[in-house]
């Protein structure tokens, strides 16, 4: 009777899992989204960027956030492409295009652009995180 009650639990279990290392995986993708504008108030400090150039760090996530959005959904990518991979190349997209703002004088039109394409990639983090964790539920 107990081998009977554990071979319902395993696939639960499995499911737990699942769900803890999507939820890892998106706390770490949203990291991305806030790093560059966490360390602002530093770069202000340490190179003469005005309001403008500061607040765009954000905006330009967001505006990529809106295209990446509109993107994904005139092409239908969240369905033609697996989630798991779809969620891993969105993530190593933006953490390149995250990374290679270092490479870049703050205030400058190529950081704008890396967290523009930071931006894109978000969205398609949290459909794929969505259509996975609708596999988890469903059954």
């Given amino acids: 009777m107990n081998d009977n009650i554990d071979k319902h639990d395993k696939p639960l279990e499995g499911k737990y899992r699942a769900l803890g290392i999507l ?3 998106e706390v770490a993708a949203m990291a991305l989204w806030f790093s560059a504008s966490a360390v ?3 770069m202000m400090a340490e190179y ?4 403008t150039q ?3 760090f954000t905006s330009m996530v967001q505006a990529g956030f809106v295209i990446g959005t ?3 959904a005139i092409f239908s990518l969240a369905d033609r492409i697996d989630p798991r991979r779809f969620f891993m190349a969105s993530a190593l997209i933006a953490a390149i295009a995250n990374a290679a703002i270092l490479l870049f004088e703050p205030g400058t039109a190529p950081v ?3 967290r523009f394409i930071t931006g894109m ?5 949290f459909d794929a995180a969505r259509i ?7 059954e």
């Fill in 70 to 72: 509109l993107t994904s």
């Fill in 23 to 25: 939820a890892v995986c």
């Fill in 40 to 42: 602002v108030p530093s």
């Fill in 54 to 56: 500061a607040s765009l």
């Fill in 132 to 138: 996975e964790l609708d596999k988890l539920t469903v």
């Fill in 112 to 114: 704008y652009a890396m």
């Fill in 121 to 125: 990639t978000m969205f398609r983090q």
């Fill in 48 to 51: 003469p960027l005005t309001a």
